[in-house]
């Protein structure tokens, strides 16, 4: 299992998985992960778009009840989610170089891996997915970057 989600990381432009816990077995512990309590410490929204839910005012009451009353993994797992959340740093990039030949392709780049990450979660069923879901979010931090990075240099 995670010899295939470091081999799919290394196509995800330098994303690495910090902690990642089964909710499954997460449910099980007296107490919860530290990662776990970092999560509810995200703001309703947030854990919303993570989790995939609708955002509503509705929503957020309910989260905001249960990280109140300790049951923020219970409420996912009675929703259906019992698969892996992830917490995942993301390397802030820089120094573009373009094609010549297509100024829209990338060709290089600059990532520090000392001090610039964005720190963000994943959940999803499956491994599998998973790495899916981290790639396509590491190409979507990727883009932002690419973006700002023309933009301040045109």
Request: glycine share 4%; net charge negative.
């Amino acid at each position: 299992m995670y010899k295939f989600l470091n081999e799919k990381l290394n196509q995800s432009k330098g994303a690495i998985v910090e902690q990642m816990c089964f909710i499954a077995f997460e449910i099980e512990k007296e107490k919860k992960s530290d990662m776990i309590e970092q999560f509810e410490e995200e703001i309703p929204e947030h854990i919303c778009e993570i989790l995939g839910w609708r955002k509503g005012y509705d929503v957020y009451g309910y989260i905001e009840d249960a990280i109140e009353d300790n049951g923020l993994i219970h409420l996912m797992y009675e929703e259906g989610y019992q698969g892996f959340l992830a917490q995942v740093y993301f390397p802030v990039c820089s120094n573009f170089k373009f094609s010549q030949d297509n100024p829209e392709e990338v060709i290089s780049w600059e990532c520090s891996r000392s001090y610039s990450w964005i720190i963000d979660y994943v959940y999803a069923h499956t491994v599998a997915e998973l790495a899916d879901k981290i790639s396509s979010k590491s190409q979507e931090y990727f883009d932002k970057e690419v973006k700002r990075f023309k933009s301040k240099n045109n």
